[in-house]
Nanobody
Framework: QVQLAESGGDSVQAGGSLNLSCVAS???????MAWFRQAPGKEREGVAA???????NYADSVKGRFTISKDNAKNILYLQMNSLKPEDTAIYYC?????????????????????WGQGTQVTVSS
């Protein structure tokens, strides 16, 4: 059973930066890994995804501000978040599924993902 553990969430002011991490309990080179987020009263939405090919997909709302990366040697997924806005406030979850990411579908749907972390809270104040 794969376990994912997120960390790095915090409370910051608008314009600030955070770097989220997600540690996987098992070797995850062949997995598509993604970050999703869920704000109060809203559905969970995809933020970014990456797989072994290095191809990335981003939600339009975070393009140019967030960067997803993966350290295959350490089984760690990262999300560098810059120029944070109050609307980025949410619980951020990492998720993974076997195989390469399926283009932008990898951030449009949660259905492909078998494993999820417990989430880390990001709060951005204006």
């Amino acid at each position: 059973q794969v376990q994912l553990a997120e960390s790095g969430g915090d409370s910051v002011q608008a314009g600030g930066s955070l770097n989220l991490s997600c540690v996987a309990s098992q070797y995850n080179y062949y997995y598509c890994m993604a970050w999703f987020r869920q704000a109060p009263g809203k559905e969970r939405e995809g933020v970014a995804a990456v797989d072994r090919t290095g191809i990335t997909n981003y939600a339009d709302s975070v393009k140019g501000r967030f960067t997803i990366s993966k350290d295959n040697a350490k089984n760690i997924l990262y999300l560098q978040m810059n120029s944070l806005k109050p609307e980025d406030t949410a619980i951020y979850y990492c998720a993974e599924h076997w195989g390469d990411c399926n283009g932008d579908y990898s951030i449009r749907s949660t259905r492909e993902y078998n494993y999820w972390g417990q989430g880390t809270q990001v709060t951005v104040s204006s």
